[in-house]
């Protein structure tokens, strides 16, 4: 293992941000990873995924560890189930398809999330009615102080819309090494309710949907709607959908009574922070290298040399303006560096 020092992190981070690393360093195996942490125990410490639920508005001044854990394998099966094991540094999309190719149903939906599976359940990722919790068994972590490995059971993670125990009680405490799912073999629950993914399968004219049918799918919508990072920095949803009680969110539909939304509960309901945003007027404007997409408003992007701090004040313009023109606060999903 080689540490690195004032190491850019351009390549390392989906919005293309250019921030240094005051030190740097990638870790291939549970082993490398505890040594590091064992050996740098004064130093600060920042752990690094996929890169691609972050904006850096900074240098790290800190001990950049890389998580490059590579590997899966099916840890057991049964005539309807398989439980496989994806090492932290595997790319998410990468995984999925692999599932597919298998057969093995339960991620088709989550096709296209840009980062790696270890950040998946620091998220609690979701897209077309799909969430990672939905198939979610375990996960193995290293506790940075002590080096030792705990097992996180679908409960302890405590998972919520976009959140779990590693955003809240044991936040920067843990470093996820594996997860464990669990998908299914046969009688496939495809679920083609939510989003455009109906409409895609009918306009290839397809009635009985594979998992690769879904997976294509949600694929064609992403690369519609969504940039791709290679092309245009930005790191997919930049801001959750809130969250209202049905008894707060009545008084704001009497207002507008086109503000689309979904049922979530008997007491509260979602509001697509998308539609918002287009509706303040925001879709597709530009502040210099930072803006909002043309075609989702959902997404922040740098359109080639926009710093993290430009970025943030998009954000913030975008969050003010939905404010005041709806009552209504959405927060970013976005970790901010």
Aim: net charge negative; glycine share 8%; charged share 25%.
């Amino acid at each position: 293992m080689e540490i690195l020092h004032h190491f850019s992190l351009k390549s390392y981070n989906t919005f293309g941000i250019e921030a240094k690393a005051q030190q740097f360093v990638a870790v291939h195996t549970v082993p490398e990873l505890k040594s590091i942490l064992e050996h740098n125990k004064s130093n600060k410490k920042f752990i690094l995924g996929g890169g691609s639920n972050m904006l850096l508005t900074k240098d790290i001044e800190a001990m950049v560890i890389h998580i490059d854990l590579k590997g899966k394998k099916i840890l057991k099966e049964d005539d309807d189930f398989v439980w496989v094991e994806s090492q932290a540094g595997e790319n998410w999309h990468e995984f999925v398809l692999w599932t597919i190719e298998q057969n093995f149903g339960g991620l088709e939906n989550m096709s296209l999330i840009p980062g790696n599976v270890g950040t998946t359940p620091v998220q609690n990722i979701g897209a077309y009615g799909t969430e990672m919790k939905d198939t979610f068994v375990s996960c193995e972590a290293v506790n940075i102080e002590n080096q030792e490995t705990r097992l996180f059971t679908k409960e302890e993670c405590n998972f919520g819309y976009r959140e779990s125990v590693f955003k809240n009680e044991v936040k920067d405490q843990y470093v996820i090494t594996s997860v464990v799912f669990k998908l299914t073999k046969r009688n496939h629950k495809i679920n083609t309710s939510y989003g455009d993914i109906a409409a895609e399968l009918v306009k290839n004219n397809i009635t009985n949907p594979a998992l690769k049918d879904v997976s294509n799918a949600v694929i064609a919508i992403r690369k519609s709607k969504l940039p791709d990072p290679a092309e245009l920095g930005n790191s997919g949803s930049f801001f959750k959908n809130p969250i209202l009680l049905k008894t707060d969110f009545e008084k704001i539909h009497q207002k507008f009574p086109e503000m689309r939304f979904f049922d979530i509960s008997e007491t509260e309901v979602k509001v697509p922070a998308g539609w918002l945003i287009e509706q303040a007027g925001l879709k597709g404007k530009r502040f210099g290298d930072a803006g909002i997409h043309k075609n989702q408003a959902l997404v922040l992007v740098n359109y080639g040399n926009a710093t993290g701090q430009e970025i943030l004040n998009v954000s913030k313009i975008v969050q003010d303006t939905v404010f005041n023109t709806f009552g209504i606060h959405i927060e970013a999903e976005v970790n901010i560096i």
